[in-house]
């Protein structure tokens, strides 16, 4: 658990409701700790997303949650505790563009369904334009290609992160998982089969 994150949420408000449910609460931090790092374990991670949520805030204080996806590693880690992606154009609603010009402060959620993991991550964002930014459109663009053209990059500064655990996450799996975990079953099907036709001709 990283202890910035327990820091920046565990507000006056979610005490009092833990010690109202549960009789206690976590411990007090006596001093603000550092914003965190990610360490190697994140890096791997996020680089093998092909999807993630991200919560900003509106300008007239409602939360908005939008999935984002593309190629493992389309969220890239630029820095020790810094990510970026590239976006796309869309729906052209930019509510989320909109929003992070008035509050920066946004949430991620990344899942690992067949692992049950998840990793939320608290930052700060900002968007750039990609025509004023081309070394950074080079940098980040997905390496297979898109049928759209960067429009603008997201630079997510990371304060904290936490790991949840894997209670009541159901495990999911995309296409291309099922496939390849298909292939042992579908390779003893051809050799029976084989075995089939020799006994029976």
Known sequence: MADRFMHTVLTPAVLDAERRYYGRTYPAFEVTPE???????????????????????????????????GAKGFLCVTGPSQLMFADHGGNRQMIS??????????????????????????????????????????????????????????????????????KFITPRFTTEEVQSAIVPLKARIAELESQLKLHTS
């Open 97 to 166: 563009v909109g929003s992070l010009s008035v509050n920066d402060r946004v949430s991620l959620f990344l899942m690992d369904y067949p692992a049950r993991e998840r990793l939320k991550i608290l930052g700060h964002a900002k968007v750039l334009d990609a025509r004023e930014h081309a070394d950074l459109v080079a940098r980040i663009a997905p390496p297979d290609g898109h049928a759209a053209k960067v429009e603008r990059i997201f630079v997510i500064d990371v304060l904290s992160y936490d790991w949840n655990c894997p």
């Open 35 to 69: 914003p965190d790092v990610l360490t190697a374990g994140e890096v791997e991670f996020i680089a093998q997303r092909d999807s993630f949520y991200m919560a900003t805030i509106t300008e007239n204080g409602w939360p908005y949650l939008q999935h984002r996806g």
